[in-house]
């Protein structure tokens, strides 16, 4: 069974770090590129990031740009992000989603709430 469990979410005050989590199972981890995604209240779904399968290329939404890092570790199946100076418009529920290169089928995780508030 394929499985992305995401973890590390929560309340943090403006200008604080927070680091994701998603545990990978059920499929060839290193076979897939990975993404983060998030979904703020009320709102629709923003890319966030994507690592390419191997690790050495990373990309960035502009809004997250200099302040987010992807990271992924293949030996460990896991997908990391790590969140500096957060704002309050970070605020959203943040998914972890994984695309097979080879043919671009995806899954995606339940999910972990960020929640960025004095």
Do not use: H
Not at 40 to 66: C, F, H, M, Q, R
Not at 77 to 98: G, P
């Amino acid at each position: 069974e394929v499985q992305l469990v995401e973890s590390g979410g929560g309340l943090v005050q403006p200008g604080g770090s927070l680091r994701l989590s998603c545990a990978a199972s059920g499929f060839t981890f290193s076979s897939y590129a990975m993404n983060w995604v998030r979904q703020a209240p009320g709102k629709g779904l923003e890319w966030v990031s994507a690592i390419d399968n191997g690790g050495g290329t990373t990309y960035y939404a502009d809004s997250v740009k200099g302040r987010f890092t992807i990271v992924r570790d293949n030996a460990k199946s896991t997908l990391y992000l790590q969140m500096n100076s957060l704002k309050t418009e970070d605020t959203a529920v943040y998914y972890c989603t994984a695309r097979r290169c080879t043919d671009g089928i995806n899954y995606w995780g339940q999910g972990t709430q960020v929640t960025v508030s004095s």
